[in-house]
């Protein structure tokens, strides 16, 4: 069986092919990095431009023809809005010209199913960083529950932040990361309530102090111990309530290197086994939609193109 998956909910299209063994067959993408961070109508003109020379490459990687596909997966939620509709509709059109059944994916839940699958994690806490997203997640009593999340804004939206408010340029995780090893120690707001945490506080605080004169390299090295320790204190406690015993990193943020090493340490206090997504496929591409479509498919759960209405704000836990 060969699902296809279409990945589109901010500033990367993506799409891959991979069948229900797990072997990937193509993986290609584009994404929309401008200087000043993403635009939502900006970005969704992108995905627009590329989707079809994407899709003729990916079938041309994979060796295969359009009629040997079985699925067409797409990316319904969460997300961009702009952009999420432009991946539901460039989808319905394949579907519907390929005679192959539609099916939507949940974009946080693919990022989970994509690092099980390529890693030997069988029951972990899911700590899931992405530009949009920060949660601790787990699969308890048959569905997948949120025990911490941000309160505000996400761990990958507050480095970019910090990072333009500091004309770092955009991507800004790995320019923060590159300086912070350069950097010592400043106190700074530590914002964890019970099991949510917030970044508000800190990014304000980091992009004063900038302007007040304070070294890049010490705020970069502050923000990144601040901001990690804040989503390792939530997962710890998580790992401890529900007496799982492995932790799964996944989603763009976990490119950073310091990220894994405490989370691995916190790991390894616990005698928890830790477990990270592969770099290629820990942030946004087509291969984690195409594998959530094959596992949605085998549950009978595909969509009628009326069905197909996207869902920006699609929780993990709806």
């Not at 939502?40 to 995905?47: G, Q, V």
């Not at 627009?48 to 990316?75: G, R």
């Not at 009628?304 to 836990?317: A, F, G, Q, Y």
Request: positive net charge.
């Amino acid at each position: 069986m060969l699902s296809l998956g279409i990945e589109g909910t901010a500033h990367t299209l993506g799409i891959g092919i991979i069948d229900d063994k797990g072997n990937i067959l193509s993986d290609v993408k584009s994404s929309f990095f401008p200087p000043k961070g993403i635009h939502p109508r900006e970005a969704a003109e992108h995905h627009a431009e590329v989707a079809p020379k994407l899709l003729k490459d990916a079938i041309k990687e994979a060796k295969i023809n359009p009629e040997d596909l079985d699925i067409i997966s797409f990316s319904q939620g969460p997300g961009l809005p702009p952009c999420l509709r432009i991946t539901a509709t460039f989808a319905r059109a394949l579907s519907l010209k390929l005679k192959k059944p539609l099916v939507g994916v949940n974009h946080c839940i693919s990022h989970i199913d994509i690092a099980k699958l390529l890693t030997s994690a069988k029951d972990p806490i899911i700590l899931y960083v992405s530009g949009g997203n920060s949660q601790v997640i787990g699969f308890s009593c048959n569905k997948y529950r949120v025990f911490g999340e941000t309160l505000d804004i996400a761990i990958g939206n507050a480095i970019d932040k910090f990072a333009r408010e500091c004309d770092l340029g955009f991507p800004g995780g790995p320019i923060i990361e590159k300086l912070a090893k350069k950097g010592r120690y400043i106190e700074l707001p530590y914002t964890v309530k019970g099991m949510d945490f917030s970044y508000s506080g800190l990014v304000t605080d980091v992009t004063r102090r900038h302007n007040s004169g304070a070294k890049l390299e010490d705020l970069c090295f502050s923000f990144q111990e601040h901001a990690f320790a804040m989503l390792i204190e939530a997962t710890e406690r998580a790992l401890a309530h529900t007496e799982k015993q492995e932790v799964l990193i996944t989603g763009g943020v976990a490119a950073n290197n310091r990220f894994k090493e405490m989370l691995s340490d916190m790991c390894k206090e616990r005698s928890a086994k830790y477990f990270a997504c592969p770099m290629k496929y820990a942030g946004d591409n087509g291969i984690m939609i195409a594998w959530s479509g094959i596992l949605n498919y085998k549950n009978k759960k595909t969509l009628k193109t009326e069905e197909s209405k996207i869902l920006p704000k699609w929780r993990v836990d709806d």
